[in-house]
């Protein structure tokens, strides 16, 4: 197990049902500290892993309860802003819901310990159980997020397993008072890019649990959907009226770099 004081895990969770648990008792035999923000969930599911928290001691699990739901990104906003607090630099965030490849953590963060200024993004290698109607759906994104960057900077801007250089991704949630909910993924990626952020993809295994084994989801079709319109309305708003000149100029400075 690899413990860090300058890298953490931190895993958001709202209503996780026993996946949480299992999520994380795979995620604290790998690394130290994980960090996990509970977003006022009605479940019960962080009673088990409060008691492991208990058992192993802060330095290795911690619980953070949210007296209200904010949605992911307000989860992970509290995360941060706690773990700047006790001088943390980094976090890899993952999801609560055991999608994400616990057996890369140390890679991730290897990677981000490397580069530490550089966004460390996953980029999600799906197995054949992955719904055909969430992966097309994530090609329009990522299309509108290579044009709002300008290039292909961030490799899928809805996947969620990636380490965040602390500081540019509160700098970047500061201006904005969005991407509190299934915004944040693509919406910071954006952002960090256009402060000119670097990043990283690397390849990770992303699973879709299926309903009988405990897989649970709380993206609303419908709901979720016009969340993504609204966001990527802003977004190429913005990105026309000014953000693209700064758009340019880091993929300018990303290919000079590579020449
Ligand atoms: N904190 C918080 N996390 C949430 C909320 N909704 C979803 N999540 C977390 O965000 C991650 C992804 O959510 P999920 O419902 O699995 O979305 P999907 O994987 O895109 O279907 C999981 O770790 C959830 O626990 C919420 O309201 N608050
Ligand atoms: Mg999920």
Not at 167 to 177: G, W
Not at 201 to 227: E, K, M, Q, W
Request: hydrophobic residues 45%.
């Amino acid at each position: 197990m690899n413990a860090s004081t300058t890298h953490l895990v931190l895993v958001p969770s709202f209503d996780s049902g026993p996946l949480l648990e299992r999520t994380v008792r795979e995620l604290v035999e790998r690394w130290a500290p994980v960090w996990v923000v509970v977003d006022a969930s009605t479940d019960g599911s962080e009673k088990p892993v409060e008691t492991l928290a208990q058992a192993l001691g802060p330095q290795r699990l911690r619980v953070l309860p949210r007296s209200e739901n904010g949605g992911k990104g307000a989860a992970v906003l509290t995360g941060a802003h706690e773990a700047l607090a006790a001088g943390f630099t980094h976090a890899l965030v993952m999801d609560a819901d055991h999608q994400h490849p616990a057996d890369r953590v140390a890679d991730f963060m290897a990677a981000s310990q490397a580069r530490p200024d550089t966004l460390v993004l996953g980029l999600p290698v799906f197995g054949p159980e992955a719904p055909a109607i969430r992966l097309q759906g994530r090609k329009l994104s990522v299309g509108l997020v290579h044009l709002e960057t300008l290039g292909r900077a961030v490799g899928d801007p809805l996947f969620g397993f990636r380490v965040y250089p602390l500081r540019p991704l509160v700098d970047a949630m500061a201006r904005t008072r969005h991407a509190r909910r299934y915004d944040f993924d693509p919406e910071v990626a954006v952002r960090m890019v256009w402060a000119g952020v670097p990043t990283l993809n690397l390849p990770a295994a992303c699973r879709y649990v299926p309903r009988t084994a405990g897989g649970i989801s709380h993206f609303h079709y419908f709901r979720d959907n016009v969340r993504m319109v609204w966001l990527h309305s802003r977004l190429l708003v913005q990105f026309v009226l000014w953000r693209w000149y700064s758009a340019w100029r880091h993929r300018r400075r990303r290919s000079l770099s590579r020449s």
